[in-house]
């Protein structure tokens, strides 16, 4: 399975972007998908899950109330839909598939990822 995201960019404090990220075949319907983010010097870490049914996704408490996940199994892509951006959410962003149809902010869960798409925020 390949796994490709698109949408970052350089943008503004206060600005938006929406990232999307297709699964290359039908694999991912049954399973949770997530987005995680590596700022440099620091490790990988949880951004937002979403379940297989697509309802009740969970958020790191940084990202909360600013970013939303999204899926539509029909087309094997899930969004990241990111509002309100601060330079803090500077990073590389990965999607990911899990092994479970259930969300979880756990990296060990998920098994296949994408290459990541970088989002800068200037201040």
């Known amino acids: 399975v390949q796994l490709q995201a698109s949408g970052g960019g350089l943008v503004q404090a206060g600005g938006s972007l929406r990232l999307s990220c297709a699964a290359s075949r039908r694999t991912a319907s049954n399973n949770a998908l997530g987005w995680f983010r590596q700022a440099p010097g620091k490790e990988r870490e949880f951004v937002a899950s979403i379940g297989w049914r697509g309802g009740s996704p969970i958020y790191a408490d940084s990202v909360k109330g600013r970013l939303t996940i999204s899926r539509d199994n029909a087309k094997d892509t899930v969004y990241l839909q990111m509002d309100s951006l601060k330079p803090e959410d500077t990073a590389v962003y990965y999607c990911?598939?899990?092994?479970?149809?259930?969300?979880?902010?756990?990296?060990?869960?998920?098994?296949?990822w994408g290459r990541g798409t970088q989002v800068t925020v200037s201040s």
């Open positions: 990911a598939v899990s092994l479970y149809p259930v969300t979880t902010s756990r990296l060990e869960s998920y098994r296949y």
